[in-house]
């Protein structure tokens, strides 16, 4: 019996052209981890040391014959949430996190409004290298802001959005889509 195969033991880091791409709901979703993204997805810049974390969470129900014995353990929930600890303030963050009709940009100047406004659902797609020159893009066809974490001013760390986002299903019932390939983008130095 094999015990696996060391190669396929790996690390995630962002490419060196970026990690994190925004663009607005409906926009066309890649099929693959190296073709170009459509122009609509901007870059949401830097992401914290604690990379991206998908939690996934799934519920389920029991059904019992007449002895009391198990028979069944239909889903009867699933979430896929994803933690993105955004360290760049920037346009396309601050509309990630406050909504479109919050952000407001002239010439280099940005004005934010923060309120209870309902939040927009966006595409989000995370572009990854990995060991052995692999590439993964994961894409989040609808992704929502569900909750931001503290956002701290100090003098000795990085003013961050820590969003916690909901990937809802779309279409065809998908929460997100993963693609692995081989690659020629090399990960972000460290």
Do not use: C
């Not at 099929?31 to 040391?49: H, N, Q, R």
């Not at 360290?87 to 952000?103: A, M, Q, Y």
């Amino acid at each position: 019996m094999s015990r696996g195969n060391a190669e396929n033991v790996t690390t995630g880091k962002p490419r060196v052209d970026g990690g994190v791409y925004i663009a607005p709901l409906n926009t066309a979703l890649p099929t693959d981890a190296t073709s170009a993204l459509a122009s609509a997805f901007a870059p949401a810049g830097y992401v914290s040391e604690d990379g991206v974390t998908n939690q996934q969470q799934r519920t389920s129900g029991e059904i019992k014959e007449w002895g009391g014995q198990t028979v069944d353990t239909p889903t009867t929930g699933f979430t896929d949430r994803w933690k993105i600890k955004f360290i760049e303030t920037n346009k396309t963050v601050l509309k990630l996190v406050n909504g479109d009709s919050n952000v407001a940009e002239t010439g280099n100047k940005l004005a934010v409004t923060v309120n209870g406004t309902e939040l927009n659902e966006y595409v989000i797609v995370i572009d990854m290298a990995l060991k052995g020159g692999k590439l993964k893009r994961t894409i989040l066809p609808r992704a929502k802001v569900a909750e931001i974490a503290d956002i701290v001013y100090k003098g000795d760390q990085a003013v961050a959005y820590d969003a916690t986002v909901n990937a809802a299903p779309d279409s065809s019932g998908n929460n997100h889509y993963e693609y692995i390939e081989p690659g020629e983008t090399a990960a972000a130095e460290s």
